[in-house]
T-cell receptor, first 112, second 113 residues
Framework: AQSVTQLDSHVSVSEGTPVLLRCNYS??????LFWYVQHPNKGLQLLLK??????LVKGINGFEAEFKKSETSFHLTKPSAHMSDAAEYFC??????????FGKGTLLTVNP | DTAVSQTPKYLVTQMGNDKSIKCEQN?????MYWYKQDSKKFLKIMFS???????INETVPNRFSPKSPDKAHLNLHINSLELGDSAVYFC????????????FGPGTRLLVL
């Protein structure tokens, strides 16, 4: 069975500083991995997707994530946080059983 | 030109009532999903249809019944609503089943009083 663990339930950064949201996955094979963002009272928007083509994946709004098989990690980063980045972020794993497995989410707060 | 749309956006109702939520996608996708997001933001899949055929049916009370009249629509009917049904319900679609990217609707916020 696959699982996704987001290591921090809440991350707080200052505007202009780097963002690191951590995600570990567990799977018996190389899964597809996604990061989604949910702004308050909104639906989920895809930030980026890993599908084994390249280990460093670039997404929208300056976010990127690196797939590290040896560490079973898929951490999300951004060099410089913006106020508009404040949202809930979900790390997601895609499996062979037609299902996506969602992490419990990390709330990103950006302080001025 | 919204890709995945849901109606209504908000739904406030009394316990015991029956309600429906509608979902439509104009992406030409074959697969559609219903998710429930609880108060702690945890997302759990409820159902999935591929070309109008049910392929995922998680452990959900049988008061919840999905219906897919065509592959662009997936509706969710809920009978005898209970307080614990209060949540945000998201519809999503993907091109195919498997590890495909899913595109989410804006959500329907259901409050049962």
């Amino acid at each position: 069975a696959q699982s996704v663990t987001q290591l921090d339930s809440h991350v707080s950064v200052s505007e202009g500083t780097p963002v690191l949201l951590r995600c570990n996955y567990s799977s018996s094979y190389s899964p597809s991995l996604f990061w989604y963002v949910q702004h308050p009272n909104k639906g989920l928007q895809l930030l980026l997707k890993y599908t084994s083509a390249a280990t460093l994946v670039k997404g929208i709004n300056g976010f990127e994530a690196e797939f590290k098989k040896s560490e079973t990690s898929f951490h999300l980063t951004k060099p410089s946080a913006h106020m508009s980045d404040a949202a809930e972020y979900f790390c997601v794993s895609g499996g062979s059983n037609y299902k996506l497995t969602f992490g419990k989410g990390t709330l990103l707060t950006v302080n001025p | 030109d919204t890709a995945v749309s849901q109606t209504p956006k908000y739904l406030v109702t009394q316990m015991g009532n029956d309600k429906s939520i509608k979902c439509e996608q104009n992406l030409g996708h074959d697969t559609m999903y219903w998710y429930k997001q609880d108060s702690k933001k945890f997302l759990k899949i409820m159902f999935s249809y591929n070309n109008k055929e049910l392929i995922i049916n998680e452990t959900v009370p049988n008061r919840f019944s999905p219906k897919s009249p065509d592959k662009a629509h997936l509706n969710l009917h809920i009978n005898s609503l209970e307080l614990g049904d209060s949540a945000v319900y998201f519809c999503a679609s993907s091109l195919r089943t498997g590890q495909e990217t899913q595109y989410f609707g804006p959500g329907t916020r259901l409050l049962v009083l």
